[in-house]
């Protein structure tokens, strides 16, 4: 075990024991009972053939007489797991009765709950697999102590320090760095229209482009205080191969990568539209007009919720009954001219698009000019100037009618002046 891992494990562990609220946060959603945390470092095992393992730790919790227990193995920096190392820890926890193996390291599977490194299914049917990278830790931990809370002062401080150190470069605790060695040939290829199904390098690039949209959504949580989540049809959960036969349809016919994150509270989910051969990033959302008022009204509805909007925001209005593609301008237009975007005066707008786009990152890796950077850059520029803005309508409560104070000094033989139904209608 090197030094980083093990440094890296030791802290871990030691908070996940100390601070009860981070490691219920952690343990619970893998299937773990509430109880005492217990754990520890490097147990040595001895498998069937008498060899032996030493796995880079062990969790226990217990409450009464019940236990849950499971081996943990963890990778630093660019470190990949490794089949046959995880197979013989699946073995050991077999032999001993325990519950589960949990793997952690930098990679970030594609799909949330599908582990990054393919084992033998034959032995999963009596430990349970789970997978955690060190942005989902990370971002755990953050959320904990920042939004959720924890009780204890001195835990609190002591969570803090486990946040110091994850975050430093030296941890070995990675964020998302890399597309991949496929991200510039794939790209090149789409540029020339040469890309097939069939390449082999295209089930990296859709897999790493499902992994960052999994990531800025972590990011995104963690700076937001709540769960933000990459957005999957229940087939796509249940069977991950669909969504990247999709992608990769996507990518041979159109020259695009897209996905969704649902962000709690928000009008709309956030979609993300990566086109290659244009060579921009999009990201918009789609928002119900309201329901009463004229067509230009309701531009300006919206408009009004946008005061902090740049002038480079596309604005696409839908009408009721109309098919294909709406009105469209900027938002620097649409705030001199509403009736811009009402196409046919005799029609309510159902709803509108709003749109944000930015030059896509080409290269692979991080820093200026990279893929990654111009999406999570995007992504955060369209939830700080466009979504947080934003509100659903809701209709109005009626209004209670007011009446008289006292009845007019009026002869009995006249018509009644007490309060109808019809009082304040219009004459037929």
Request: charged residues 25%; glycine residues 8%; contains cysteine.
């Amino acid at each position: 075990m090197e030094e980083q891992e093990r440094r890296a494990t030791s802290a871990l562990l030691a908070v996940m024991s100390v601070v009860k609220e981070f490691g219920r946060a952690l343990l619970g959603p893998v299937g773990a009972i509430a109880g005492n945390v217990e754990t520890f470092i490097e147990v040595p095992f001895a498998v069937g053939d008498g060899r032996k393992v030493i796995p880079d730790g062990l969790v226990r919790v217990t409450r009464g007489q019940r236990s849950w227990t499971a081996l943990v193995e963890v990778k630093t920096g660019k470190n990949e797991l490794d089949t046959a190392q995880l197979e013989n820890y699946l073995d050991v926890a077999k032999e001993q009765g325990f519950d589960a193996l949990i793997t952690i390291s930098n990679e970030i599977p594609a799909v949330a709950g599908q582990h990054p490194t393919k084992v033998d299914k034959r032995k999963l049917k009596k430990v349970a697999l789970h997978h955690w990278s060190w942005t989902y830790i990370l971002s755990t931990a953050v959320m904990q102590k920042e939004h959720r809370g924890v009780t204890d002062p001195e835990q609190a401080w002591i969570l803090g320090e486990l946040i110091r150190y994850l975050e430093h470069p030296r941890s070995g605790a990675m964020e998302l760095e890399d597309m991949g060695s496929a991200w510039v040939p794939v790209r090149q290829a789409v540029t020339a229209g040469t890309l097939r199904a069939n390449d082999q390098q295209v089930p990296e690039v859709v897999a790493r482009f499902d992994a960052l949209l999994r990531y800025t959504a972590l990011r995104l949580g963690r700076q937001l205080g709540t769960d933000v989540l990459h957005v999957l049809s229940r087939k796509e959960q249940a069977d991950p191969s669909l969504r990247a036969q999709a992608l990769t349809a996507s990518l041979v016919e159109n020259g695009c990568l897209a996905g969704t994150i649902r962000i709690p509270h928000t009008v709309a989910p956030l979609e993300i539209r990566a086109d290659l051969r244009a060579g921009r990033i999009t990201a918009f959302l789609d928002i119900d007009a309201p329901k009463t008022g004229r067509p230009a009204t309701r531009v300006n509805w919206l408009v009004r919720q946008l005061k902090h909007a740049p002038e480079g925001v596309r604005i696409e209005a839908f009408a009721v009954g109309a098919r294909g593609p709406g009105a469209t301008e900027l938002l620097a237009k649409v705030r001199e001219d509403p009736s811009c975007m009402v196409a046919d005066p005799k029609r309510d707008l159902r709803g509108f698009r709003v749109e944000i786009s930015a030059p896509l990152g080409t290269k692979r890796g991080r820093g200026r000019g990279a893929f990654i950077d111009s999406v999570i850059d995007l992504v955060d520029d369209f939830y700080t100037d466009v979504v947080q803005h934003l509100k659903a309508w809701t209709a109005s409560p009626p209004k209670m009618r007011e009446t008289p104070a006292e009845e007019p000094d009026v002869s009995p033989q006249l018509v009644s002046t007490s309060l109808s139904s019809q009082d304040g209608q219009d004459e037929a």
